[in-house]
């Protein structure tokens, strides 16, 4: 139910109360969609779909960008080296805000 997480409609609902609504309709998505229509934004997906998913673009990104150096020699080199990319893009907002320019993705900025 990750498209439920935030809602841009008011009322909003938070996190902890969208995971307590779940729970409370037993996780049938479509009675919870139903009851809280105006308050859910719902995007629709096929199954498998990675391009419509803008962590997607990250986890691209984050993946170049560790393998562009040499190969690591242990999984704490390998660890290092992907907080060192993430630590970077934290501080390169536009670079990951240009993650919702593209074409397949616009729906979510």
Known sequence: MQFLWTTSKPPYINAYELMTLARSYACTTPLLLAAHREQIDVFYWPPYSPQLNP????????????????PTMSLHQLKQRAVSVLMRLQKLPQRVSNYFQHPDIVYAA
């Open 55 to 70: 962590v997607e673009y990250l986890n691209n990104d984050v993946k170049q960008q560790v393998h562009d150096k040499p």
